[in-house]
């Protein structure tokens, strides 16, 4: 089977014409899914393992696959505590070396674990969703992250927000929906992750030469955008 990483195609030629009417959707109305008791479990193991860090800064890897990222930042901040969270037992149970003391991997579903951290009160001083899945139909837009009704949680969390992806159309409708989320804009660059990839996915664009792009917000801990009841 080929590896060579498929370039998004979509009909869509510019952000979707309904996302800011489903941000706004997401901003005002109450969502009641309830939470999954695995990941009620899966977040509770992660706050104990937090509190054990001390007064470390927290890092959050949103969609870490196979945790790349979560060593390379637990690295790259030896005085944080680095959390990646994905829901693929598969993805975390890969080899990739032996994880740093100050990170964590957790499998859990994110549209439970963001919303257990944001009523935790979690505050990460830096959060990444590198290379989210693209669903790039029209009719996929609720599945994309920030067409999705956890948005509000995902921002209100704040800190510094980087968002990574190698469709361009995600990040500009990503940065369209934080800046009427939060007021924050959030440029749209484009990214060369160099010789050193950051995350799995990252090198395989990378070395198939795509194009990536990224926004980076820096947002204030605001947990009263997600409507509660
Ligand atoms: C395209 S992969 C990118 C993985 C990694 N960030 C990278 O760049 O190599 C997207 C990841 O998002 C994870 N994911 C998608 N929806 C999720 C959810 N609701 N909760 C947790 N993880 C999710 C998938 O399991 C998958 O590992």
């Not at 032996?98 to 951290?117: C, G, H, I, K, T």
């Not at 979690?122 to 067409?147: A, F, I, M, T």
Request: proline share 8%; net charge neutral; glycine share 6%.
């Amino acid at each position: 089977m080929s590896d060579v990483p498929r370039i998004v195609t979509s009909a869509q030629t510019g952000p979707h014409e309904d996302l800011l009417r489903r941000v706004t959707r997401g901003l005002s109305h109450v969502w009641r899914k309830p939470l999954a008791q695995h990941t009620r479990d899966a977040f509770d193991d992660a706050e104990a393992w937090r509190r054990s860090q001390g007064e470390r800064g927290l890092i959050l890897d949103a969609c870490c696959g196979v945790g790349l990222s979560t060593r390379r930042l637990a690295e790259q901040f030896p005085e944080h505590s680095v959390i990646g969270v994905d829901r693929s037992a598969d993805r975390l149970s890969r080899d990739h070396g032996p994880l740093p003391d100050n990170a964590l991997l957790v499998r859990a579903d994110l549209v439970d674990f963001w919303r257990l951290a944001l009523a935790t009160g979690w505050q990460p001083e830096r959060h990444y969703l590198l290379y989210p899945n693209p669903y790039p139909k029209s009719v996929q837009l609720k599945h994309r992250w920030h067409g999705h009704p956890v948005f509000p949680a995902i921002v209100g969390l704040g800190g510094r927000l980087e968002v990574r992806s190698n469709w361009r159309i995600y990040v500009e409708e990503f940065a369209a929906a934080v800046t009427l989320a939060t007021g924050v804009s959030a440029p749209v660059e484009a990214h060369d992750p160099g010789v050193a990839p950051m995350t799995h996915f990252e090198r395989k664009y990378h070395e198939h030469h795509q194009p990536l792009w990224r926004l980076v917000a820096t947002l204030d801990h605001r947990p009263q955008l997600m409507p509660t009841p």
